[in-house]
């Protein structure tokens, strides 16, 4: 998120390769620090990195949400989120060779036109993004498209099916099971057929947000 400098925990890090899940302001707050960054070959996500965010844009942002104390040098009512001039992009299920492991891109768009997750093969690590946790999934933005959404999660599970071992989410837990997958699934199934699964229904501003326990979608109404 930009909060501090993340590159500041450890000498060698400025030079990780960081690759972006999407470009929404809470994913790229610290990207500008580091020396290679990479995104989705998608005009959304090209465009919002090299522009970064100012503070009026940022839909969810709100000093009342954070948790924890913020840094001293920190401050809420004038931050925003510095643009990258430099990085590169990537395609889907294209393959980056980071040395001893390889990651492979799986575009998913929905959450944003470009959002992508990496799998790690070798590993069956799968990391999401804004496009799979525990919690609200943002499918009302803008830039959303629910139907892509699901399409999506189908996609995810016919590349990673019988290797996938860990999910990594974008929030709300560092580590969830192939099982959170599996129901997000059926809760997109739920939009299209009459809803198995779902616990439970809310107006959300100009949006519906359905209920499904550990989860829930926001989609336009
Ligand atoms: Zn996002």
New binding site residues.
């Given amino acids: 998120m930009g909060l501090a400098d993340i590159t500041s925990i450890s000498p060698g890090i400025k030079h990780a390769e960081v690759l972006l ?2 470009s ?1 302001w ?2 790229i707050g610290g990207a500008a620090d580091f020396a290679s960054v990479s995104v989705f070959d998608s005009p959304f996500e090209v465009e919002r990195l090299k522009k970064g965010w100012r503070l009026e844009e940022m839909v969810g942002f709100s000093k009342e949400f954070f948790s924890a104390p913020f840094p001293a040098d920190f401050f809420p009512e004038v931050f925003d989120i510095p643009g990258v001039n430099e990085f590169t992009t990537f395609k889907d299920q294209e393959n980056i060779d980071l040395g001893n492991i390889t990651v492979q891109v799986i575009h998913i768009p929905g ?2 036109p470009g ?1 992508a997750c990496f799998f790690i093969p070798e590993l069956g690590y799968l990391f999401t ?2 496009t799979l946790y525990a919690g609200p999934e ?1 499918l009302h ?1 803008p830039e959303s498209d629910w139907k892509q959404y699901f399409l999506s999660l189908l996609k995810i599970k016919e590349l990673t099916v019988n290797k996938l071992k860990m999910i990594f989410p ?1 929030h709300n837990g560092f580590t969830a099971s192939q099982e959170l997958l599996d129901r997000h699934i059926l809760a997109g199934y739920g939009f299209i057929q009459p809803a198995s699964i779902e616990q439970g229904i809310d107006d959300f501003g100009s949006n519906t947000k359905k209920y499904y326990g550990d989860f829930s979608l926001m989609i336009p109404r």
């Fill in positions: 899940t999407h929404h809470d994913h959450h944003t959002s993004g804004d943002y933005l974008g």
